[in-house]
């Protein structure tokens, strides 16, 4: 099968001019990346992007656990919609694949049954007095990263490959079900052939690892692990991608959405302490990383203002291969300056 | 009850998340719940579609409707067309609209949901916040975790945060006005109505008033401490 299979699935990236939704796990757990992501926007590319003061959650996690009806997401969906008409953007950025997928849904479904649309503008304005246009463009994040991945490696100072042995990094990415599993013609490379990530490994120097289960869920699957007593099938599903994978001995795993990113780090402290097991060789795990602190470490920024340091998985050992330098006096240190009494250490999990 | 199929048939989503299902199995074969649960999408299709009424009002009352993940990976395989996971979502609504729900372990644990994701939303404006996840209750978030909730003034901050800050930023404070309009939207789109009769069923089928050991006992299974 082409390797190139994926350039048949492409969608359309607006150039500039975006409105920023955000995320509320990507908020959580990783406000670095939420901020990296922001600035390279604006920094590194000059683009528009707008942070409203008015926006919140788009319910998707509600949504999808069954505690907030479909006609409700519509209508919280229309409110956000209502903050981009009035901020004057027509491209609308969900920084979550949960949202992305809440965001297309909706969207399509309006487009199938005009009279939900005009029920859910009725809804709103007898609500909030509000009204609102559909975006003209809704996409991930990384999709506007992986748009212009080549003009960012142009702006990088390192590149994906082991300084020691002059070989490309292993990488393997996971996009999440939301990105493309229910629309795969919004996905860059459809559910199938996944690239929105590959294709920043690609151009910044790595080597996609295509390995069994690189589709399989990460496990989250809302209620089994939102309710602490289904959290089991939670661990389970992706303790199955560890095991699929670990045969190729990826240096470490890039992640599209920040549910995802955040199981595959602290599942892996999980097994770790539960049954002495890492998926490295060498009993530190394989760090994960998502694809704002890919390309923040890769263009200089700071590890620590990226927020590697939240990560149960560390990453001085990646940073190590790459040639990124750090300083670990820093990496404990709250905003003053201060340093802070550092973390526990897991039992079996080494950091 | 003699009119499920009925009900399930007038959600805006039935007739984009099942047509004809030909009973290939594809959705079961890729379903990660499946491998996971005793559980088979395939044959709740079927068993919506045959709209046999004794079996569609056994799947509301059963655990069998709550193991889905969502993760929708069934959409992307069914070759007619089908989402499994929709219909799941249609089966849960009904069964909390008529309080069969309450009927199931798994069924009662939409309680602890709505004490947590909805009681999120409503105060915050946002489904999940650090504020909101304890390490007592989150205990696989590991010892960084813990570092990063009890240090999050000083962490936060130096990661570009406005915590509990005014204007735009993450994990900011959202204002009033606008989690009054988030509100208002919950009540008149059915929200408030589902959150109050999820609470009403629960309690009335477990005959448990107390808050605190009803969500202990939906969220974790144990009494609480």
Redesign the interface.
Known sequence: MSKRYWNQYQKEIADDRYFYERSCIRQSFFPGSEAAFLKILREELGKDIHDDVNQHTCTGIGYHSDVVPFETTMTVVARLFSLMTQAGYENYVPSCVTSFGVFTEIVETWKEQPALLEKTRKLLKETTGREFNIPKNIVHPSDIIYKFRFELRDRMKYRLVNRYTGKPLKVVEHIGCHYAKIFPKHGVGNAEFPYVLAGMIEAWGGEVIDYPERRHCCGFGFRQYLVQQNRGYSLANTQKKFESMQPYEPDFILTNCPGCSMFMDKWQYVIAEMENKTYDKDGYGIPVLTYEELAGLLLGYDPWTLGLQLHQVQSERLMDKIGIPYNKNEKFKGVSGKLLPYPEKPEHLKV | MGNLYQLLSE???FS?CLKACMNCGVCTAIC??A???RYDPRRICDIVQRRNEDEIEALLRSDTI?YC?????C??RCPRGNVPGVLI?IL??VS?QLGYFAESE?GR??Y???K???KN?LDI??????DR?SPE?HP?????????VE?IE????????NYHG???????H??Q???D??R????????MD??DD?ETFTKKETGIDDDETLFAL????EEPK
């Open positions: 959600d805006v989503r984009e990660p719940a491998e996971f649960y709550w993940g969502q993760c929708m990976s959409k992307t979502s849960r609504k909390q798994k644990q939409q602890a949901l709505t947590t994701i909805a939303i404006g946002y489904c999940v916040h650090p996840i209750l696989e978030q590991g010892p960084i975790w813990e570092w990063y240090h000083d962490v936060a901050p130096k990661l570009g945060a005014d204007g735009s930023g993450a994990l900011r959202i204002r006005e606008s989690l309009e988030v208002k939207i919950f009540q008149a789109t059915g929200a589902l959150l999820i939906t969220y974790s299974g």
